[in-house]
């Protein structure tokens, strides 16, 4: 008995080995291939948790990271936006806006110093947009009072084109020259498909 008992305690420890390796490293290793494969520069730290990459799409230039390193991992993909404007605009669901806010944590715990945006936001005013289906389902907050003359329609209407579970947890900046989206609670291992997607979205959107 002794000796089957071990036997089967070895393959199951290595497969637990397996499976602990397949979850940890492949992720990381798939995103490393992808970027080789369509020319994308990765940037990567030596614990896994977090990347950046760069590229170009349509002739769009584009950032996006993954950040595991606080506790909501999150998802950030940076476009260009234009005209670029001076002031800052924040888009979330009245969902998200109601419940936890977005955390963004600088300093060497997200390896990261803090958005330049971050300040203007945590003074932002609420700003009607004068559309009742927009106003409804969204919060859209300024930084100025010259916001509500530079409101992204356009982007509140494909918005509403996004998947309500993605869209429940998306928040939108947009200034300086940049539309990013800031998405939370998002894993390593679905983080490079979601970076796909809004990459997509945006390219259409700002068509």
């Known amino acids: 008995m002794t000796q089957l008992v071990v ?49 170009n799409k349509a002739g769009m230039a584009w950032l996006a990271e993954w950040n595991g390193r606080g506790p909501r991992p999150y998802v950030e993909l940076s476009v260009p936006d234009t005209p670029a404007i001076d002031s800052w605009c924040f888009i979330t669901t009245r969902e998200r806006h109601s419940g936890q806010p977005p955390r963004f944590l600088a300093g060497a715990f997200t390896g990261k110093t803090e958005p330049e945006w971050v300040a203007e936001w945590m003074h932002a005013k609420v700003i009607e947009t004068g559309f009742p289906e927009f106003d409804r389902d969204f919060v859209v907050e300024g930084s100025s009072p010259f916001v509500p003359e530079q409101l992204p329609i356009q982007l509140l209407e494909r918005l509403g084109d996004l998947p309500a579970p993605l869209l429940s947890k998306i928040f939108v900046i947009r200034g300086k020259g940049k539309l990013v989206f800031h998405v939370e609670e998002t894993g390593r291992a679905d983080a490079l498909s979601l970076i796909e997607r809004l990459m997509l979205w945006a390219n259409q959107a700002l068509v």
């Open 7 to 55: 036997p089967f305690a070895v393959v199951a420890l290595s497969g637990l080995l397996v499976w602990v390796w397949f979850l940890g490293l492949s992720p990381l290793r798939h995103v490393r291939s992808e970027a080789k494969r369509r020319r994308w520069s990765l940037e990567e730290d030596s614990e896994g948790l977090w990347y950046r990459l760069t590229g």
